[in-house]
């Protein structure tokens, strides 16, 4: 089973920087043949899409509230995606999620990598508080 663990999240003033990881507890072959995403999620919201990362990493997708703010990268060697968060804005503020695929060495349509249901797992959270 897999099991993603998020850390690097709290609170930090507009206009601050963070960096969200997560570290997948599955065996680096497989991690390394997995999409992983990034959603956030707000009280009475929906789970938004923030960030994906193809599993060779060559190619990134961003919400458009995120462009030229947010970066996703992975490292495969250490199970390990990350989100590096620039230019906080108070909208920012949500529980930030790592997600996995469920499948493995897939490729799909854009659209596909902004959908909740193309991942399978998904990490407990972690809180960033962005203050005015």
């Known amino acids: 089973q897999v099991q993603l663990v998020e850390s690097g999240g709290g609170l930090v003033q507009a206009g601050g920087s963070l960096t969200l990881s997560c570290a997948a507890s599955?065996?680096?072959?497989?991690?390394?043949?997995?999409?992983m995403g990034w959603f956030r999620q707000t009280p009475g919201k929906e789970r938004d899409f923030v960030a994906a990362?193809?599993?060779?990493?060559?190619?990134?997708y961003y919400a458009d509230s995120v462009k030229g703010r947010f970066n996703i990268s992975r490292d495969n060697a250490k199970n390990t995606v990350y989100l590096q968060m620039t230019n906080l804005k108070p909208e920012d503020t949500a529980i930030y999620y790592c997600?996995?695929?469920?499948?493995?060495?897939?490729?799909?349509?854009?659209?596909?990598?902004?959908?909740?249901?193309?991942?399978?797992?998904r990490g407990q959270g972690t809180q960033v508080t962005v203050s005015s």
């Open positions: 997600a996995a695929d469920r499948a493995q060495r897939r490729t799909y349509l854009e659209r596909a990598y902004y959908t909740p249901s193309t991942y399978a797992y």
């Open positions: 599955i065996p680096t072959f497989t991690f390394s043949n997995r999409v």
């Open positions: 990362i193809t599993f060779g990493g060559a190619i990134t």
